[in-house]
């Protein structure tokens, strides 16, 4: 039996509550001899540490650097190799663009680029969401469609957007059109099957990307896009069928709300701010027994190098979590899907920080939230996989294994 029957099997309902704090790429390495969460000022954070069981998780495997949809999955208790799902569909789906039979989905970057095709700015400057939505306009009027391939883009948050690709001979078997750094040229597609349908799509995307280079000639600074996570709509089963949970999510950035829609949680409205996140969840709090509320910018200002501003918000997060603990979860978890250290201003392989508050924990000797003392935890260093059997198990969730 595999691991999704054997939770499936042992699932139970009842009417305790769990709460997944995830403050996304919250891990880091010091700089000036701390990181961001030793620097920051937590006091909540640092007082349920000490109350808490602790330890460290690992998203996929050690040494791996994870991208942001299988460091989820690993979260909600998929198995992300399992489900290596690509990130066009999440940041589909978390747009709310429908996704059919013959239909190809990918995310996109406005970038800037210099007069050699060398990428300077991977994220065109983050521009405002106002500038994307006239950019997607001028695209849209100018790119309808290419040798017979029906072309619709839509907006996402600040430089993001997604594009849909229709024709009955697509493929998602081609590669990333995005070198991923600053400093190298621009990156076209590649088939990673030798196939025609591989072939014609990897063709398709060249041809659009170059025409909208043309397009948007004019539009510094962003002359240009990157294309990633090229993907058709994929199969997974929900969290109620195998956890037997009724889940929500609170999260306003587009892939996350895409990610929690392709495990079957509901996905709920929510304003831009942490702030607003928390009115969200005290709203809804009868409604639902999972709750997923996810903090993005730790991972933004991570990934921009900005320590100062990343410290900021693990402080903001810190002054709203008496209002979370005040509703009285059965169960709350607060971890980061990924590490994302401003020393490297991107994701990295380090271990997650993780505390799990329950009625039932044994408390270890961690007295505050940080990298190193998570290290100390009871929990020791453990798979991502691992925090939702914990949660259920700590709200009386799952019944016994075997006789």
Same mark, same amino acid.
């Given at each position: ?81 399992? !489900? ?15 996704? &059919? ?65 229709? &024709? ?32 014609? *799509? ?30 058709? @709509?994929?199969?997974?089963? /929900? ?7 009724? /889940?929500?999510?609170?999260?306003? !950035?587009?892939? @996350? ?14 304003? /831009? ?14 409604? @639902? ?11 933004? !200002? ?10 900021? =918000? ?20 607060? *971890? ?13 392989? &380090? ?7 329950? /009625?039932?924990? =044994? ?6 939230? *940080? ?7 009871? !929990?020791?260093?453990?798979?991502? *996989? ?14 016994? @294994?075997?006789?």
């Amino acid at each position: 039996m595999d691991r999704e029957k054997i939770f499936e099997e042992l699932s139970i309902r009842n009417e305790k509550k769990i709460v997944l704090l995830i403050m996304d790429g919250v891990g880091g390495l010091p700089l000036n001899g701390k990181t961001a969460l030793e620097a920051a000022k937590k006091p909540n954070l640092d007082a349920l540490a000490e109350k808490s069981s602790c330890g460290r998780t690992i998203p996929v495997l050690t040494g791996i650097t994870p991208g942001s949809g299988p460091a989820h999955f690993s979260l909600f208790g998929y198995d992300p190799i399992k !489900y290596n799902v690509g990130r066009g569909i999440l940041e589909a789906l978390g747009i709310d663009v429908d996704v &059919h039979e013959h239909e190809v989905v990918a995310r996109g970057n406005f970038c800037t680029i210099d007069r050699e095709g060398i990428v300077t700015d991977r994220r065109a400057g983050r521009i405002p969401t106002e500038k994307n939505q006239e950019i997607i306009k001028l695209l849209s009027e100018n790119i309808k469609e290419i040798d017979g391939v029906k072309i619709s883009l839509y907006s996402g948050k600040e430089h993001r957007f997604v594009i849909k690709l229709k &024709h009955p001979e697509l493929s998602d078997k081609i590669s990333d059109a995005d070198p991923q750094k600053e400093g190298l040229p621009i990156k076209f597609p590649e088939p990673l099957e030798n196939n025609e349908n591989a072939e014609f *799509t990897a063709n398709i995307v060249t041809k659009f990307m170059k025409k909208a280079i043309v397009v948007l000639k004019d539009s510094h600074p962003a002359n240009a896009l990157l294309l990633r996570g090229f993907s058709e @709509y994929p199969m997974i089963p /929900p969290m109620q069928k195998i956890f037997k949970l009724n /889940p929500a999510a609170i999260a306003n !950035y587009p892939m @996350y709300r895409g990610l929690a829609k392709l495990v079957g949680m509901n996905v709920l409205e929510v304003g /831009p701010e942490i702030d607003d996140e928390i009115i969200t969840l005290k709203k809804e709090w009868n409604n @639902y027994d999972f709750f997923y509320i996810h903090i993005k910018k730790t991972d933004s !200002y991570g990934e921009d190098g900005n320590f100062e501003n990343k410290v900021k =918000i693990i402080e903001k997060v810190d002054q709203i979590l008496p209002e979370i603990l005040s509703l009285n979860p059965d169960a709350i978890a607060i *971890t980061g899907d990924h590490s994302t250290p401003c020393k490297i201003s991107g994701h990295s392989w &380090h271990p997650n920080p993780f505390l799990l508050y329950s /009625p039932y924990i =044994i408390k270890d000797e961690v007295k505050v939230f *940080t990298e190193k003392e998570c290290a100390k935890g009871i !929990y020791g260093t453990f798979p991502a *996989t691992d925090i939702l059997p914990l949660l259920l198990a700590n709200t009386l969730k799952l019944k016994k @294994y075997g006789a």
